[in-house]
T-cell receptor
Framework: DADVTQTPRNRITKTGKRIMLECSQT?????MYWYRQDPGLGLQLIYY???????NKGEISDGYSVSRQAQAKFSLSLESAIPNQTALYFC????????????FGPGTRLTVT | GDSVTQMEGPVTLSEEAFLTINCTYT??????LFWYVQYPGEGLQLLLK???ADDKGSNKGFEATYRKETTSFHLEKGSVQVSDSAVYFC???????????WGAGTKLIIKP
């Protein structure tokens, strides 16, 4: 079984709808991350969490919110989706003290029409 | 601020060719350097890393050496296979917020 899972894998939604993307991990890591990937732009960090009570904004947090429900679960919400949020979204985890060694989920492809 | 620059892709090679993907960086302090690989339809996975100057990271036939004098961490492989077709990301860090700084990625296409 995969160590980092994301649901759904694909989602098509309309402008203005609320969307939640979910991430679960079995690696026992404290740190979790949400990234967005657009073609040719690499990865952009949306939010990151060091533990359940420590959540931080990344470089592109506007229009997004997150919830760390447990050590193993980290959800990303788009409160009112817009077309330029169409992208591939990745969740990742890492151990405390090893932030460079991240483990990624398979990604969620989100399309906002 | 710190940054990573990778060569633009796609890079197209024939099977068994020699591969180099260039990565240069600017950084204050002494960051670690990483190469990640993203196979089609999958998430990224760590390929190799180097934590200090002159270190060589290696994995699956790929190598990269942390060169402080040229601020580079070029990825090399002596003989590529079709299965190496993927997007390769160079990264440095962690920064003061314990985050990685990512390059834009280089798409590699290997033709049989």
């Amino acid at each position: 079984d995969a160590d980092v899972t994301q649901t759904p894998r694909n989602r098509i939604t309309k402008t203005g709808k609320r969307i939640m993307l979910e991430c679960s991990q079995t690696k026992g890591h404290d740190r979790m991350y949400w990234y967005r990937q657009d073609p040719g732009l690499g990865l952009q960090l949306i939010y990151y969490s060091f533990d359940v009570k420590d959540i931080n904004k990344g470089e592109i947090s506007d229009g997004y919110s997150v919830s760390r429900q447990a050590q193993a679960k980290f959800s990303l919400s788009l409160e009112s989706a817009i077309p330029n949020q169409t992208a591939l979204y990745f969740c990742a985890t890492s151990e405390t003290g090893r932030a460079g060694e991240q483990y990624f989920g398979p990604g969620t492809r989100l399309t906002v029409t | 601020g710190d940054s990573v620059t990778q060569m633009e892709g796609p890079v197209t090679l024939s099977e068994e060719a020699f591969l180099t993907i260039n990565c240069t960086y600017t950084a204050t302090g002494y960051p670690s350097l990483f190469w990640y690989v993203q196979y089609p339809g999958e998430g990224l996975q760590l390929l190799l890393k180097a934590t200090k100057a002159d270190d060589k990271g290696s994995n699956k036939g790929f190598e990269a050496t942390y060169r402080k004098e040229t601020t580079s961490f070029h990825l090399e492989k002596g003989s590529v296979q079709v299965s190496d077709s993927a997007v390769y990301f160079c990264a440095l860090g962690p920064d003061s917020n314990y985050q990685l700084i990512w390059g834009a990625g280089t798409k590699l296409i290997i033709k049989p």
